[in-house]
């Protein structure tokens, strides 16, 4: 992935962070929450694209991440996503040891 590439991505997934630290807060979270899926969706977009555009990505691995995207997205707009810091009820492993690494999209 290209410099500039990677920087887009990154300014979108600010974006995306800066939405949904804003939700917990907001004086009309139902406003809040429709910026933050759109500023999700946009990311998401902008995943796909990127990934379409680089010849070292498979067809099928972008066919992957699109699926993968647009579950999860679907997940977000209906709610099913909690968020959730500590070690409470329901932690997984890497919440009890701070230790949590996010799968490479591609």
């Given at each position: ?8 991505l990154e300014t979108l997934a ?30 998401a977009a902008a995943m796909v ?5 680089d010849p070292q990505v498979a ?48």
């Open positions: 992935m290209s410099a500039p590439e990677r920087a887009r600010d974006d995306v962070k800066e939405r949904a630290l804003e939700l917990r807060g907001a004086p009309d979270a139902e406003g809040a929450g429709r910026d933050l899926n759109r500023a999700s969706e946009r990311l694209e990127s990934a379409e555009s067809d099928s691995e972008v066919v992957r991440l699109r699926d993968d995207l647009a579950r999860e997205l679907d997940r977000l707009a209906t709610g099913e996503v909690k968020a959730s810091r500590g070690n409470g009820p329901g932690a997984g492993p890497e919440a009890q040891t701070g230790d949590a690494t996010l799968p490479d999209p591609l």
